[in-house]
């Protein structure tokens, strides 16, 4: 099964990324170039086609370095949701079917290849906030709880199946910038340290638990455009270099510690839609 198959479909996998998604990706978002997540291992070519269809929703084809293809075919129900069924490389079929609940949050349930279901439950509190409930295919039940701080920023607390929490405690510095506390279900605790440079671009400090830190450091170029450079726990130095191309869409260079690169170029259509083509090619050896 597929890569986006299987986020969409096998709860167990959405339960465990859940945690690792809010408490990495989405609090330590500006350290997701590091080392470990941009070396380039393997070589080879993957693209995301994308067009609109008549009803405005936009489909896409994603071909894997491998040559499986997985199609996304979305339209917009009666209620002004957007549907979506997804075609694997091996042929299974993924359904998410979103509705708009009481009070104008919008609901999800995906059904699974293998018929398993996934419903997410969002509920707008009355400070404005979202919390969402998600019950897997086993019954497993996961829930987000979000609280708006006295300075705006919006703190989360996480519940997993089996009990366990991960916190990220949000706070707005002086310059506007958002800071953050992410505590793990085992009491480990990660920084999140953000500051604006003098061209306005936001740099960060990640501190793990261990006193390990990965830095990104940004700058704005001429165009406009953001560049960043990480430099990881072990001191390897990763540069995502930015460009926009003729058509006005945002290509982009990675290279990682080692020499390897990642190039994404991506190319606007007529209908405004935007394909990728991402090329990976490893360090020499």
Known sequence: MNNVLRRVSDFRLITLAVASALSIAAANADARTGEGRIKAQYSGTSSVQRSRGADGAVDATRTKRNGGVTTVDRYKDGSGTTDATITGPRGGVTSVDR??????????????????????????????????????PQGGVTTVDRTRGADGAIDKTL???????????RVRGADGVVDATVTGPKGNMTTID??????????????????????????????????????????????????????????????????????VDRSLNADGTVNRTVTTTPPAK
């Open 99 to 136: 509705a708009h609940g009481s009070d104008g949050v919008v609901d999800k349930t995906v059904t699974g290849p293998k018929g398993g279901v996934t419903t997410v439950d969002r509920t707008r509190g009355a400070d404005g906030v979202i919390d969402k409930t998600i019950v897997g």
């Open 159 to 169: 519940t997993g199946p089996k009990g366990q929490t991960t916190t990220i405690d």
């Open 194 to 263: 953000r500051s604006r440079g003098a061209d306005g671009a936001v740099d960060s400090t990640r501190t793990r638990a261990d006193g390990s830190t990965t830095m990104v450091d940004r700058t704005r170029g001429a165009d406009g455009l953001t560049d960043k450079t990480v430099v990881g726990p072990r001191g390897g130095i990763s540069t995502v270099d930015r460009a926009r191309g003729a058509d006005g869409a945002v290509d982009s260079i990675t290279t990682g510690p080692r020499g390897g690169t990642t190039t």
